[in-house]
Nanobody, 124 residues
């Protein structure tokens, strides 16, 4: 079992930045691809970004490409999401997820473990 705990969310003004962290425990995530998803009020959960097991390949939703950066530190069992130039439409609960495979995945159903989420609110 892998337990995931997100942190780093909060309230920020439009144009600002936040860095989310996802700390894993229970197992090393060095052989897991990791992803970030988000869910805004009244909307379905959507893919934001993913990273393969080594960090060598990253994937982004078009809506965040060029503004968000995913990274990982396997030695710390942690994944990050650096979010810059935040917009009001980025407001959502952000979830970290782990996929028991090497390559990044876009679909929620392909992830095996999920965190509880962290709220990000961007004021305009």
């Amino acid at each position: 079992q892998v337990q995931l705990v997100e942190s780093g969310g909060g309230l920020v003004q439009a144009g600002g930045s936040l860095r989310l962290s996802c700390a894993a425990s229970g197992r090393t995530i060095s052989r897991y691809a990791m992803g970030w998803f988000r869910q805004a009020p009244g909307k379905e959960r959507e893919f934001v970004s993913a990273i393969n097991f080594s960090g060598g390949s990253t994937y982004y939703a078009d809506s965040v490409k060029g503004r968000f950066t995913i990274s990982r530190e396997n030695a710390k069992n942690t994944v990050y999401l650096q979010m810059n130039s935040l917009k009001a439409e980025d407001t959502a609960v952000y979830y970290c997820a782990a996929h028991q495979g090497y390559s990044g995945r876009y679909l929620m159903d392909e992830y095996d473990y999920w965190g509880q989420g962290t709220q990000v609110t961007v004021s305009s």
